[in-house]
């Protein structure tokens, strides 16, 4: 039974550490092999909301998760991500929804906002959200940063060489159950 629960806490730790660096490795390809910046493998971008705007439909910390999609696929009602002061130093993603399509122009508002966000061309559009997972934001931030990064290198390494070691124990315990038989 104790080898039991372990195996299964191995499998639930290896499936948490794959997804930390997928979440590593999509970070890195979309800041410095993606043209854009803001997506990923496939065209799937993540991101972690940082304000209020968008509550209660979504909230500070959440994780969303947005695809590129087809600039005809876009239509009123959804929510999309878009760069605001593409290439100053003020430079951020925003997360609204699409109240007006005025053909190449868009015209957006947080759900919380009273105000409409002003106009802004099609290419700015990174794609529009597909899911948000709530809670995740921090731990996903922790994740991304040179901490995070090293930490999960760390954690990779001792994974493998205790994962080695107990194989290995495993490996002679048997072979003794073999000889002593």
Excluded: C
Excluded at 103 to 128: Q, W
Excluded at 157 to 176: H, P, S, T, W, Y
């Amino acid at each position: 039974m104790k080898n039991v629960v372990r195996k299964i806490l191995n499998i639930i730790l290896w499936v948490i550490m794959a997804f930390m660096v997928l979440i590593v490795l999509s970070g890195l390809y979309q800041r410095f092999l993606n043209k854009d910046g803001y997506t990923g493998f496939f065209g799937l971008g993540y991101a972690v909301v940082v304000s209020g705007s968008m509550e209660p439909t979504i909230h500070v910390d959440e994780m969303i998760l947005y695809r590129r999609i087809p600039k005809e696929s876009y239509k009123e009602g959804d929510i999309i991500v878009y760069v605001r002061d593409r290439g100053t130093e003020e430079e951020k993603l925003i997360t609204h929804r699409i109240t007006d399509i005025l053909g190449d122009t868009l015209i957006t508002k947080g759900d919380h906002n009273m105000l409409h966000d002003p106009e802004f061309p099609f290419t700015e559009v990174v794609g529009r959200v597909f899911f948000h997972v709530p809670y995740v934001g921090k731990a996903v931030s922790a994740i991304r940063s040179p901490l995070g990064i090293a930490a999960i290198a760390v954690l990779l390494i001792l994974m493998a060489v205790f994962g080695f070691r107990d194989k290995k124990k495993n490996a002679f315990a048997d072979q003794e159950k073999v000889s002593a038989e």
